[in-house]
């Protein structure tokens, strides 16, 4: 597929500093790679059709504070699908790369690749220093509004954490 015939992930313009709670989340349409290695199209729009969706935007695949980040959500995942929460990991690598994350740390969710960075800048997520997804949660509710967006996200932070299930209720 040339450039020319590539669909962009989203028609959200790109943003220099992130949603914020109350801000309507722009929809886009990405490849993903499931747990099992399977490649599948993932739609904001569609996935909000089931419920909240978490988007747990991270910098690179297999990097240790990265798999610390997705696994502090895996380990909850059961507890987030109960409250009615669909979580999907985010960064620019590549469905290849996604695959061998997957291989090797099984994440209960799929995987999205912004390759070349559209929805991370939508979201106002982009570090232009590293040319990547910061590390940052974004919750959107079910009618497409973001119901909680934490732009910095520490995974070795407990407080930053809990902040976010006492936004869910959970806490």
Known sequence: MSA?????????????????????????????????????????????????VLLIFYQDDGMPICTSELKAFAQEHATLREAGVQVFGMNTNGLGSHARFQERDRFPFPLLSDFFGEVVRAYGLWDEDERKSRRALVLVGRDGTVRYVEPHFNPGNLAAFEAFFAALGLA
């Not at 099992?36 to 909240?52: I, K, M, P, R």
């Open 4 to 52: 020319e015939e590539r669909k962009p992930a989203t028609s959200a313009p790109p943003r220099t500093t992130p949603l914020a709670p109350g801000d309507r989340a722009p929809d886009f349409r990405l490849p993903a790679v499931t747990t099992d290695g399977e490649q599948v199209e993932v739609a904001l729009g569609e996935a909000l059709a089931e419920g909240d």
